[in-house]
C-alpha cells in the first residue's frame, strides 16, 4: 500500500553495510526517470556508485565538517546532478529562465528514487551537505551536483514513527514541534573555580550566536 510505502520510506542513518545488488539500484533509478517534470524536462542525471574506490571517494565528499559520518557503513550512492532543461518555446519565452523548475523536478524524482528504494527494502537518505568542488573533480563531472542518495540496508529493525503520526495516535493535537535534549548525568561540584568556569561557560555559550540551544542541568 502507498500509505505504509510512505511510513517505510525514512532517512536511514544506520546501514548494516551489505552489498546492494545494481540492478536494484538502476530499478530506484528508473523510478527516478519516470518521474513529473516541467514541460517533461527531466534536467537531471544519476551517476550510481556501488561500493569499491569511488565510494570511499563519495564518502569523503559528503562529510564537510564531520558531517555524515553515518555514510561510512553504506554501500552505495546515488549522486544527482542538474542538466539544461528543455522548456517549450512558448514557456521559455514566457518565464525566460530554463532552470526555473529544474530544482523541484530534481526533488520529485529523487523522492521517486526513495519510494522505489523503500519498496525493494532498501534504506536511502538523502544527502544535501556535499563538497561539490570535490565531486565534480574527482569524477570528472561538470554539472551542478545537487544532491547524493546514500542508499544501502538499514542495520534498524524496523521504521521509527513519524512523530505527527505517533502524536495524532495518542490523541495530542500538535500545536507546533521541537527537539529537546535532557541532560543524564550529574556531577557535584565543590571547587569554587570549577563552579565559577561552568558558570562562565555556560554564560557564553549563551551569548554566542551560532549556538542555537544550549541544554544543562546546571543547578546553584
Ligand atoms: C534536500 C535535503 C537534504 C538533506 N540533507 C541531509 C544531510 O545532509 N544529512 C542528513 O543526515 N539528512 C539530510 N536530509 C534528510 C532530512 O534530515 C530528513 O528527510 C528529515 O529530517 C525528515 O526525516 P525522514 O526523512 O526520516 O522522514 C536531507 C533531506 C533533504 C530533502
Redesign the pocket.
Known amino acids: 500500500m502507498f500509505n505504509e510505502l510512505i511510513l517505510k520510506r525514512?532517512?536511514c542513518?544506520n546501514y548494516n553495510g551489505e552489498p546492494v545488488n545494481t540492478d536494484l539500484l538502476l530499478k530506484c533509478v528508473d523510478a527516478a526517470r519516470l518521474s513529473p517534470s516541467a514541460c517533461n524536462s527531466q534536467p537531471w542525471k544519476y551517476y550510481i556508485i556501488n561500493g569499491g574506490e569511488n565510494a570511499e571517494k563519495i564518502r569523503e565528499c559528503i562529510q564537510p565538517n564531520g558531517?555524515?559520518k553515518f555514510v561510512q557503513n553504506c554501500p552505495a550512492f546515488a549522486v544527482v546532478t542538474e542538466r539544461p532543461a528543455t522548456l517549450k518555446s512558448f514557456v521559455i519565452e514566457t518565464v525566460k529562465n530554463s532552470q526555473k523548475w529544474a530544482e523541484n523536478d530534481i526533488g520529485l524524482s529523487v523522492a521517486h528514487y526513495c519510494l522505489q528504494a523503500a519498496d525493494l527494502g532498501l534504506g536511502t537518505?538523502?544527502?544535501?551537505?556535499v563538497e561539490e568542488e570535490k565531486v565534480r573533480e574527482y569524477f570528472g563531472i561538470e554539472d551542478k551536483i545537487r544532491?547524493v542518495i546514500a542508499t544501502g540496508y538499514s542495520a534498524d529493525e524496523k521504521p521509527?514513527n513519524?512523530v505527527r503520526k505517533a502524536l495524532e495516535d495518542a490523541g495530542i493535537k500538535m500545536a507546533s514541534a521541537e527537539v529537546s535534549m535532557i541532560p543524564q548525568t550529574y556531577v557535584t561540584l565543590t571547587d569554587e573555580a570549577d563552579i565559577t568556569n561552568i558558570g562562565r561557560i555556560l554564560d557564553l555559550l549563551d551569548d554566542d550566536d551560532d549556538v542555537q540551544e544550549v541544554y544543562h542541568n546546571w543547578d546553584e
Open positions: 525514512e532517512s542513518r558531517a555524515n537518505c538523502i544527502i544535501g551537505m544532491l521509527r513519524k
